[in-house]
């Protein structure tokens, strides 16, 4: 079976899928399995996965059992293997293998861990992540089908290295002069040994005075030679990594904005934050690392033939204790990364703990919690306290140890060396020779050691940002542009066409979001939709906007298919205030006026009237130039929203969405704004979505939504008259009488 790393927070179910398929053969791609999976940012569930499986031509048998049970099953065969575990009732893990120890007679779980890796764990451990409190865990057994040897699934692409190379072009000459001052700065080093070895054998033994002074002053001016190498390197490795990280994130963040919306759905800010990293991991190994351990591994052969050169006595001593040293280390790793996975899962449990008293602080100080979260932050310290003195102990006597050997070594190499001093095999110079030697011998092998980790974070890295490389951008070439009204005239109805639309969120299991919606949504007219929460208002807004494709049905402006239509260009005709718009942490015309990179003054006046946050901006000390950031959270809900509606306002667009765009504001407030609207939304086609009954009864046609299908449509008056749904959510509100 082979590992498949979990790229994101929440993409422990289709790496668990991507680890078993790998299992029976097969290599899926985690961006296919992820879609599959119907991944969002609370990550998939039991049912997605059997979903998925399913797609993947895989049958599944999901059951709740004891560890004994599950023992029973495992050895007697009588279960597929590996299967999928609900870990901590959180994750997913692939269990591999349970083994019997003969001697011990205990049991041993062999798990995949798709956020850490291969783990051993004994049957205590095991039981305290997978049980639940009534002593049974949730097992997954997969099986292939003869659907899945037949299928040919969509793989990694591999991520090509050139992509990087290029970035490194412009750098040549840097690279150039680096590679240079790095050859030189080997061989000043290696210049070291043999003018030791001269000042003793020839300066001191000869009692040459003029020769010591000669020697020691080559010595010192090597040692400016290379000290001014190393800070000619650090600044060239700056300027290079600064700007091979500007162009990199910014062609990484380039494409982040071309991606569509529904790829941000099921990234939290820490996933993207992650690729950010990523980009800069891998700019730091390209820089640092790779030319480092070239050059040190340059250093380590040249080295190691000069002490070959001196004496193989003393060479086989220093490649046997290393050997030893490098496999007392390497047999402390395993007892270590068990130990390494349990901090890995009680830091995470410890950051979601800090990020969530943090945040919650009000909430928890309004109702009492702050005793009952600091003890549960409490108890995860004393457990990470306890794991941390297990790794110090461990990590004491893995350092010890290697020091111990290190040290021996150099202990060995020195009587060894003495000893060939005194029968005169060797003289005291180059005695120092080869103790300076052994000495720079050292760091070679630590900086290979941080090389192969380095280079399988980078591994890592690379996959992920080759992944969002991969991903399908929004604008493709052959789209048609949402044009002017002029060119569309040869149709009958100008508008939105709705017909028999469907959406569901999560694939064919999850409920319909939108049912057989069939709607027309006239040009240069105003078209409100109410309904209770839930029933798919802003799900109908999203579908309009191409947040998302749908599952069935279609959507026209005018002629046009919203799937042959541009996103970009949509957007740009329509205005949108959203529930949960965003103010950016800048001025409050640059939070208006967001269209244009020149603020045109006459639109902005315009939109603040209309928005009527006029007043309120002008009584700021800095007016239009007050920075929101700088204020931040005295802008109350309502003055939030005027903001939006400015920023919708000052765009002028063809379209306007408004969802709750007012529903922080008072009544009077609202009328005045609407009164306003009335005027601006002259021509322009309109859809608000409003809970306040009072925003859309004036409204050339009202939509009622109940449970994601149309149930009314009709104007104010023919509604309340008809006494249906509408006249029910009216009669609800009290707001008949306005
Ligand atoms: N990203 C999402 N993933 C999965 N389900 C979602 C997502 N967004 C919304 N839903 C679900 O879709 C249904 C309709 O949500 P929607 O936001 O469209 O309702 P609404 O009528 O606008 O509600 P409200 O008036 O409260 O804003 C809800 O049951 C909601 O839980």
Same mark, same amino acid.
């Given at each position: 079976?082979?590992?498949?790393?979990?790229?994101?927070?929440?993409?422990?179910?289709?790496?668990?899928?991507?680890?078993?398929?790998?299992?029976?053969?097969?290599?899926?791609?985690?961006?296919?399995?992820?879609?599959?999976?119907?991944?969002?940012?609370?990550?998939?569930?039991?049912?997605?996965?059997?979903?998925?499986?399913?797609?993947?031509?895989?049958?599944?048998?999901?059951?709740?059992?004891?560890?004994?049970?599950?023992?029973?099953?495992?050895?007697?065969?009588?279960?597929?293997?590996?299967?999928?575990?609900?870990?901590?009732?959180?994750?997913?893990?692939?269990?591999?293998?349970?083994?019997?120890?003969?001697?011990?007679?205990?049991?041993?779980?062999?798990?995949?861990?798709?956020?850490?890796?291969?783990?051993?764990?004994?049957?205590?451990?095991?039981?305290?992540?997978?049980?639940?409190?009534?002593?049974?865990?949730?097992?997954?057994?997969?099986?292939?089908?003869?659907?899945?040897?037949?299928?040919?699934?969509?793989?990694?692409?591999?991520?090509?290295?050139?992509?990087?190379?290029?970035?490194?072009?412009?750098?040549?000459?840097?690279?150039?002069?680096?590679?240079?001052?790095?050859?030189?700065?080997?061989?000043?080093?290696?210049?070291?040994?043999?003018?030791?070895?001269?000042? $003793?054998?020839?300066?001191?033994?000869?009692?040459?005075?003029?020769?010591?002074?000669?020697?020691?002053?080559?010595?010192?001016?090597?040692?400016?030679?290379?000290?001014?190498?190393?800070?000619?390197?650090?600044?060239?490795?700056?300027?290079?990594?600064?700007?091979?990280?500007?162009?990199?994130?910014?062609?990484?963040?380039?494409? $982040?904005?071309?991606?569509?919306?529904?790829?941000?759905?099921?990234?939290?800010?820490?996933?993207?934050?992650?690729?950010?990293?990523?980009?800069?991991?891998?700019?730091?190994?390209?820089?640092?690392?790779?030319?480092?351990?070239?050059?040190?591994?340059?250093?380590?052969?040249?080295?190691?033939?000069?002490?070959?050169?001196?004496?193989?006595?003393?060479?086989? $001593?220093?490649?046997?204790?290393?050997?030893?040293?490098?496999?007392?280390?390497?047999?402390?790793?395993?007892?270590?990364?068990?130990?390494?996975?349990?901090?890995?899962?009680?830091?995470?449990?410890?950051?979601?703990?800090?990020?969530?008293?943090?945040?919650?602080?009000?909430?928890?100080?309004?109702?009492?919690?702050?005793?009952?979260?600091?003890?549960?932050?409490?108890?995860?310290?004393?457990?990470?306290?306890?794991?941390?003195?297990?790794?110090?102990?461990?990590?004491?006597?893995?350092?010890?140890?290697?020091?111990?050997?290190?040290?021996?070594?150099?202990?060995?190499?020195?009587?060894?060396?003495?000893?060939?001093?005194?029968?005169?095999?060797?003289?005291?110079?180059?005695?120092?020779?080869?103790?300076?030697?052994?000495?720079?011998?050292?760091?070679?092998?630590?900086?290979?050691?941080?090389?192969?980790?380095?280079?399988?974070?980078?591994?890592?890295?690379?996959?992920?940002?080759?992944?969002?490389?991969?991903?399908?951008?929004?604008?493709?070439?052959?789209?048609?542009?949402?044009?002017?009204?002029?060119?569309?005239?040869?149709?009958?109805?100008?508008?939105?066409?709705?017909?028999?639309?469907?959406?569901?969120?999560?694939?064919?299991?999850?409920?319909?979001?939108?049912?057989?919606?069939?709607?027309?949504?006239?040009?240069?007219?105003?078209?409100?939709?109410?309904?209770?929460?839930?029933?798919?208002?802003?799900?109908?807004?999203?579908?309009?906007?191409?947040?998302?494709?749908?599952?069935?049905?279609?959507?026209?402006?005018?002629?046009?298919?919203?799937?042959?239509?541009?996103?970009?260009?949509?957007?740009?005709?329509?205005?949108?205030?959203?529930?949960?718009?965003?103010?950016?942490?800048?001025?409050?015309?640059?939070?208006?006026?967001?269209?244009?990179?020149?603020?045109?003054?006459?639109?902005?006046?315009?939109?603040?009237?209309?928005?009527?946050?006029?007043?309120?901006?002008?009584?700021?000390?800095?007016?239009?130039?007050?920075? $929101?950031?700088?204020?931040?959270?005295?802008?109350?809900?309502?003055?939030?929203?005027?903001?939006?509606?400015?920023?919708?306002?000052?765009?002028?667009?063809?379209?306007?969405?408004?969802?709750?765009?007012?529903?922080?504001?008072?009544?009077?407030?609202?009328?005045?704004?609407?009164?306003?609207?009335?005027?601006?939304?002259?021509?322009?086609?309109?859809?608000?979505?409003?809970?306040?009954?009072?925003?859309?009864?004036?409204?050339?046609?009202?939509?009622?939504?109940?449970?994601?299908?149309?149930?009314?449509?009709?104007?104010?008056?023919?509604?309340?008259?008809?006494?249906?749904?509408?006249?029910?959510?009216?009669?609800?509100?009290?707001?008949?009488?306005?």
């Amino acid at each position: 079976m082979k590992f498949t790393p979990q790229h994101d927070q929440m993409d422990c179910g289709p790496a668990c899928l991507s680890m078993i398929a790998s299992h029976y053969g097969k290599e899926y791609s985690i961006q296919f399995l992820r879609e599959t999976c119907y991944l969002t940012r609370e990550g998939v569930s039991l049912l997605a996965i059997v979903q998925a499986a399913d797609k993947m031509g895989m049958t599944t048998l999901s059951a709740k059992l004891t560890v004994d049970k599950l023992i029973e099953l495992v050895l007697s065969s009588q279960v597929p293997m590996p299967c999928i575990l609900h870990w901590n009732q959180s994750h997913f893990v692939v269990l591999r293998k349970i083994n019997r120890n003969s001697l011990t007679r205990k049991y041993t779980f062999q798990l995949a861990d798709p956020g850490h890796g291969f783990i051993t764990l004994s049957q205590d451990k095991f039981e305290a992540s997978w049980l639940s409190e009534d002593k049974e865990g949730v097992a997954m057994f997969v099986e292939p089908t003869p659907k899945f040897y037949e299928l040919n699934p969509q793989k990694n692409v591999k991520f090509s290295i050139r992509y990087l190379l290029d970035y490194l072009i412009p750098f040549r000459k840097h690279l150039s002069v680096m590679l240079i001052l790095l050859l030189i700065g080997s061989g000043l080093n290696l210049i070291f040994p043999f003018l030791t070895q001269d000042l $003793i054998d020839k300066g001191i033994n000869h009692k040459n005075l003029n020769l010591i002074v000669l020697i020691l002053i080559a010595q010192l001016s090597l040692f400016v030679g290379v000290i001014v190498i190393e800070i000619l390197r650090n600044w060239i490795t700056l300027i290079v990594g600064a700007h091979l990280s500007i162009n990199i994130i910014s062609d990484f963040l380039k494409k $982040i904005f071309k991606l569509p919306i529904k790829f941000f759905d099921s990234k939290m800010v820490g996933d993207l934050q992650q690729r950010i990293q990523d980009n800069e991991r891998i700019e730091h190994f390209i820089t640092s690392q790779s030319i480092l351990t070239v050059f040190s591994m340059i250093t380590f052969i040249v080295f190691f033939g000069v002490l070959c050169y001196y004496s193989y006595e003393i060479l086989a $001593i220093y490649l046997v204790l290393t050997i030893v040293a490098v496999f007392w280390s390497f047999a402390w790793l395993k007892k270590r990364k068990i130990v390494d996975y349990f901090r890995f899962q009680e830091q995470s449990r410890n950051q979601s703990s800090i990020y969530e008293i943090l945040n919650g602080v009000t909430e928890m100080k309004l109702n009492q919690l702050e005793d009952y979260k600091r003890n549960e932050w409490e108890e995860i310290q004393k457990k990470l306290f306890k794991i941390n003195i297990r790794i110090l102990r461990l990590d004491q006597f893995q350092n010890s140890g290697f020091e111990f050997f290190n040290q021996l070594k150099n202990i060995l190499v020195t009587c060894l060396a003495a000893y060939f001093v005194v029968q005169d095999k060797m003289t005291l110079g180059q005695l120092m020779s080869v103790s300076y030697i052994i000495g720079q011998m050292n760091s070679p092998v630590n900086q290979l050691v941080t090389f192969f980790r380095s280079l399988q974070d980078a591994r890592l890295s690379l996959e992920r940002l080759n992944e969002v490389q991969q991903i399908a951008e929004e604008e493709q070439p052959n789209q048609i542009h949402l044009l002017d009204k002029s060119l569309n005239e040869h149709i009958e109805r100008h508008g939105i066409q709705i017909n028999n639309l469907s959406f569901q969120y999560q694939g064919p299991m999850s409920p319909f979001v939108l049912k057989d919606i069939d709607l027309f949504i006239p040009e240069g007219k105003v078209t409100a939709i109410v309904g209770i929460s839930g029933s798919g208002k802003t799900t109908l807004m999203k579908l309009l906007l191409k947040f998302y494709e749908s599952v069935q049905g279609d959507i026209f402006y005018n002629e046009y298919n919203i799937n042959e239509l541009s996103a970009k260009s949509l957007r740009e005709n329509v205005g949108v205030v959203m529930q949960d718009g965003f103010i950016f942490s800048d001025t409050m015309e640059r939070n208006i006026a967001t269209s244009d990179s020149t603020i045109d003054n006459e639109r902005l006046q315009q939109a603040v009237q209309i928005a009527c946050i006029k007043d309120f901006i002008e009584e700021l000390p800095l007016g239009y130039k007050t920075k $929101i950031g700088s204020i931040g959270n005295s802008i109350s809900g309502g003055q939030r929203q005027r903001i939006l509606i400015a920023r919708a306002v000052y765009r002028n667009p063809r379209y306007i969405f408004l969802d709750e765009a007012t529903s922080f504001l008072d009544a009077k407030s609202e009328k005045m704004i609407h009164d306003n609207l009335k005027k601006f939304f002259v021509g322009k086609t309109v859809i608000i979505i409003a809970h306040r009954l009072s925003t859309v009864k004036n409204a050339d046609q009202i939509v009622v939504l109940e449970e994601g299908k149309i149930v009314e449509i009709g104007s104010h008056e023919e509604l309340t008259h008809k006494q249906g749904a509408y006249y029910q959510l009216v009669k609800n509100q009290l707001e008949l009488g306005n």
